[in-house]
């Protein structure tokens, strides 16, 4: 922030002073508390304070963000695991307006009710500083096409880790960011049955607690697997099991046929006749159309 202290134009071979400067008009201006970067935007306003207060409150929210780390594409989706609202926001620069606008077009072809594309720059040229410090505010990343990358904005992209992503062909951009999109969706959680013990004898051993002497009736129960009691057919209680032994010792496994004593994970309320399924959950990756 400062105070315009003076205000010059150039013309032919020397710098001429003005008063006012309008649209189109190159300047130089003296009065800045230090050297901006290029492409940084001025806003001018009539109260000093005022403008110090904000400049102050922007240069904090700055210095948060360096300490702060970025991510890159791939590791997008688990930066956003998680959080509210699940959008990849996007600063696009191509090397025509034309090829902006129809790349934006099909960024936002790319909808799903759990994710979004959100696009909050899209302009022709380079890839700059200016570029890479909106990414890295907003939490995302820089595509470019047909566009090359200023080196000071590689340079600060490596240091603060914010992604910067080159392309010369539409369809594999539009692919990369539609896989990136679909990670993030919450996996399809598929059950997939395992095996049935039959509760046969309960019995309680010292220091240890309720143990159900089960046989395993159909398919084989493991020791990581999930677990719900059955009375009656109904589901009684959902949970792990805590010790899975083979006579004495501790197994891994016990396949249909054999006994086994079990002990459940924060339950013992079983019964002579209740029966033990064992299941696993499998994480099924989904795509946007899902």
Not at 63 to 76: D, I, P, T, Y
Not at 265 to 289: M, T, W
Request: glycine share 8%; charged share 30%.
């Amino acid at each position: 922030y400062g105070r315009v202290r003076a205000m010059q134009e150039p013309r032919g071979d020397g710098l001429f002073p003005i008063e006012v400067a309008g649209p189109s008009v190159p300047v130089e201006v003296a009065g800045l508390d230090e050297m901006p970067e290029a492409g940084s935007l001025f806003h001018g306003m009539k109260d000093l304070k005022k403008a110090a207060e904000i400049a102050n409150m922007v240069r904090q929210q700055e210095n948060e963000l360096a300490r702060s780390r970025g991510f890159s594409l791939e590791e997008w989706s688990k930066a956003r695991a998680g959080t509210m609202v699940k959008e990849l926001v996007i600063v696009l620069k191509c090397d025509v307006q034309g090829t902006a606008e129809t790349i934006k077009a099909e960024l936002d072809k790319l909808k799903h009710e759990e994710v979004r594309v959100k696009v909050i720059h899209a302009a022709v040229g380079q890839v700059t500083t200016t570029d890479v410090h909106l990414a890295e505010a907003a939490g995302g990343i820089v595509v470019g096409f047909h566009v090359g990358v200023d080196s000071k904005a590689r340079e600060l992209a490596d240091n603060h880790h914010v992604d910067i992503r080159t392309y010369d062909v539409i369809y594999k951009l539009i692919e990369e960011i539609r896989d990136a999109l679909a990670g993030l969706l919450a996996p399809e959680l598929v059950e997939q049955y395992e095996g049935t013990a039959e509760i046969r004898m309960v019995f309680k051993v010292s220091k240890v607690g309720r143990v159900a002497g089960c046989m395993v009736t159909k398919g084989t129960i493991k020791r990581d697997n999930k677990v719900r009691l059955l009375r009656d057919g109904v589901p009684i209680y959902e949970t792990v099991i805590a010790s899975l032994k083979r006579e004495k010792d501790d197994a891994a496994e016990v396949r249909e046929g054999f006994e086994c004593g079990i002990q459940l994970k924060n339950y013992d309320d079983f019964k002579e006749g209740d029966l033990i399924e064992a299941f696993r959950v499998e994480e099924h990756k989904r795509s946007l159309d899902s």
